[in-house]
T-cell receptor, first 110, second 112 residues
């Protein structure tokens, strides 16, 4: 079974803090993705990576950055958290068409 | 640009009634389409994909290229089908990998 894990299930941060969300997959997948999930808006792609040290912007990259130093790990960084970044964040990995998702991190920015 | 439309935010049906969750897409190439499901407090997981043409948990979906649709159907709804359902389209990102575009989701509620 593919396993995608995320470092926290719940996170509460203050406005202006730097926030790191970590994602690890154990199936040697080349591709990794970060989404945010909001009611009524579905899943929106923030960033993705198709190889170590490679990254591409998704549909809503503003206010976020990513890091992929190792194949199994993909980090999402909020440089200065804002209240409108309160959301559920989902990580996924894939080797082709199908994506496998982590359990999600619910981030609240106060 | 690729786009996925799920016209219903919420669909309520009685147990035993037929279910149809609608999905329409826009894509210039040959589409690969999926249905993902998220049960309460569980992670998002693949339900089925059109290329496999299989039935999972009684659900089926047929790709209709003429109508650009990929509706999800089940003849008799069960209470355990209550969940959030997302239709997704896979297309080449142009930057080294395939990319999924999701619809906004339909919440299915099965009434006992």
């Amino acid at each position: 079974d593919v396993k995608v894990t995320q470092s926290s299930r719940y996170l509460v941060k203050r406005t202006g803090e730097k926030v790191f969300l970590e994602c690890v997959q154990d199936m040697d997948h080349e591709n990794m993705f970060w989404y945010r999930q909001d009611p009524g808006l579905g899943l929106r792609l923030i960033y993705f990576s198709y190889d170590v040290k490679m990254k591409e912007k998704g549909d809503i990259p503003e206010g976020y950055s990513v890091s992929r130093e190792k194949k199994e790990r993909f980090s999402l960084i909020l440089e200065s958290a804002s209240t409108n970044q309160t959301s559920m964040y989902l990580c996924a990995s894939s080797t082709g068409y199908e994506q496998y998702f982590g359990p999600g991190t619910r981030l609240t920015v106060t | 640009a690729q786009r996925v439309t799920q016209p219903e935010k919420l669909l309520s049906v009685f147990k035993g009634a037929p279910v149809e969750l609608k999905c329409n897409y826009s894509y210039s190439g040959s589409p690969e389409l999926f249905w993902y499901v998220q049960y309460s407090r569980q992670r998002l997981q693949l339900l089925l994909r059109h290329i496999s043409r299989e039935s999972i948990k009684g659900f089926t979906a047929d790709l209709n290229k003429g109508e650009t649709s990929f509706h999800l159907k089940k003849p008799f709804a069960q209470e355990e089908d209550s969940a959030m359902y997302y239709c997704a389209l896979s297309g080449w990102s142009g930057a080294g990998s395939y990319q999924l575009t999701f619809g906004k989701g339909t919440k299915l509620s099965v009434i006992p």
